[in-house]
């Protein structure tokens, strides 16, 4: 092993000497995050729309009522229309 060839290395990259350093001053800026006014209202909306049932009630407790009563009818076309739209046969 040659230490003489680690030394003309250390020569060329002076890693034997000691650099000075500077202080610097503390830095009194902060980082800031600004949320604009439609990221403001999309956070809104969105947290109406997770607290919002996902279910009409009003709707649904019309409809079993009128089951219940026997009053509920349902044309057979338009269930007709409904189901090929499901199946996307219509249009």
Excluded: C, H, P, W
């Amino acid at each position: 092993m040659r230490i003489d060839a680690y030394n003309q290395v250390a020569q060329i990259y002076k890693t034997n000497t000691r650099m000075k350093t500077q202080k610097t001053e503390k830095a009194s800026m902060r980082d800031k995050v600004e949320i604009s006014d439609f990221g403001k209202v999309y956070q809104t909306t969105k947290k109406a729309v997770n607290e919002a049932s996902d279910v009409r009630e009003d709707k649904v407790a019309d409809i079993k009522s009128r089951i219940d009563n026997g009053s509920y009818e349902v044309s057979n076309e338009d269930f007709a229309n409904k189901l090929l739209e499901s199946y996307g046969a219509l249009y």
